[in-house]
């Protein structure tokens, strides 16, 4: 099957890495904004194992694939600190108190990127650890065989 003209471009590791956060953002996304207060990552982690065990299936390493999967299905966390910076910039105050809590927004969206691509990793090894009990990687096949 041949792929649409930007997915062809893309490495195989980013392939499976967007089937796994594509699935979990709509997920991600509807917790954030059913409680308009928290970004839960477990969707992250499941759907990180799908990418890690389909990943592993071809003999790809599954952790990166699963680290990169909950990078791109923690993506609401960019919503998040949108809604906390235009609610700081709201308040009043000193100029510089509210500089400082924009700056601690700042310092949000890397901390909950790094802990979304941690959990992504984990859930990646999880699912290439299934694939492997279950008689996986299969190797691809040769071509001109």
Same mark, same amino acid.
């Given at each position: 099957m041949a792929l649409p003209g930007p997915l062809r471009r893309l490495s195989e590791q980013w392939r499976y890495a967007l089937i796994g956060g594509l699935v979990a953002l709509p997920f991600t996304a509807v917790t954030y904004a059913q409680s308009?207060?928290?970004? &839960? +990552?477990?969707? %992250?982690?499941?759907?990180? %194992? +799908?990418?890690?065990?389909?990943? &592993? &299936?071809?003999? +790809? $390493? $599954?952790t990166p694939i699963g680290a990169r999967a909950g990078l791109v299905g923690s993506t609401p966390v960019l919503w998040m600190a949108g809604d906390i910076a235009a609610f700081v910039v709201g308040l009043g105050g000193p100029a510089w108190f509210r500089t400082a809590q924009l700056a601690a927004v700042a310092l949000l969206v890397p901390l909950v990127l790094g802990l979304a691509a941690l959990v992504g990793a984990l859930g990646g090894r999880l699912g290439g650890w299934l694939a492997e009990r279950n008689g996986h990687p299969r190797q691809p096949a040769a071509n001109g065989a």
């Open positions: 308009g207060a928290e970004l &839960r +990552l477990g969707a %992250v982690f499941w759907a990180a %194992v +799908l990418a890690g065990y389909l990943a &592993r &299936r071809r003999g +790809l $390493s $599954s």
